[in-house]
């Protein structure tokens, strides 16, 4: 297996300008989630699907900030508009949902930089 | 609000001692904890996990402890050796599969 995908790996994009991050999970897994790593938070927890379906958004910082998925095998984290204070790194991470392993698998990320 | 907290930015060890990595949690109800491992460009890796009916786990060089009673998490790593050197995230769970991690451990290992 591939591992969890995400695309792109980098993005600089403008402030005000709408920005599409990618993942697709490991085939099989029907837990997603949706992280972003800063220095003075660590990885925070933006959102979680179960079987496709928002479990937990609390971690959506703003409205700015939205996250579908439309199938198994894809999701999307959008920034619109973006603002500077929203460059990071962003990590999806899939897992098999059984309570007897627990793991989380991650993707590379993508680091965003917003000028 | 920080549920899981990892107090040291960043540890220096020499190749072949002792590395230990610290966390702190504030929930109580956290009933699995696991410990990730981060080379840079590349996403965190499971490294070793714990559930709360135990206080120790030992896989190779890797044993984690915990101390329920002062909601304390510890990764020992014996010894400690160059590769080892990354960025060390603890994580507490306590419903589903959703994790709460820390703020993250820069660990060098200096040969």
């Known amino acids: 297996d591939a591992g969890v995908i995400q695309s792109p790996r980098h993005e600089v994009t403008e402030m005000g300008q709408e920005v599409t991050l990618r993942c697709k999970p490991i085939s099989g897994h029907n837990s997603l989630f949706w992280y972003r790593q800063t220095m003075m938070r660590g990885l925070e927890l933006l959102i979680y699907?179960?079987?496709?379906?928002?479990?937990?958004d609390s971690g959506m910082p703003e409205d700015r900030f939205s996250a579908k998925m439309p199938n198994a095998s894809f999701s999307t984290l959008k920034i619109q508009p973006s603002e500077p204070r929203d460059s990071a790194v962003y990590f999806c991470?899939?897992?098999?949902?059984?309570?007897?392993?627990?793991?989380?698998?991650f993707g590379p990320g993508t680091r965003l930089t917003v000028l | 609000d920080q549920q899981v907290k990892q107090n040291s930015p960043s540890l220096s060890v020499q190749e072949g001692r002792i590395s230990i990595l610290n966390c702190d949690y504030t929930n109580s109800m956290f009933d699995y904890f696991l410990w990730y491992k981060k080379y840079p460009a590349e996403g965190p890796t499971f490294l070793i996990s714990i559930s709360s009916i135990k206080d120790k786990n030992e896989d190779g060089r890797f044993t984690v402890f915990l101390n329920k009673s002062a909601k304390h998490l510890s990764l020992h790593i014996v010894p400690s050796q160059p590769g080892d050197s990354a960025v060390y995230f603890c994580a507490a769970r306590y419903t589903g599969n959703q994790f709460y991690f820390g703020t993250g451990t820069s660990l060098t290992v200096i040969p």
């Open positions: 699907f179960n079987n496709n379906v928002p479990i937990d």
């Open positions: 991470a899939s897992s098999s949902g059984r309570e007897s392993y627990n793991e989380q698998f």
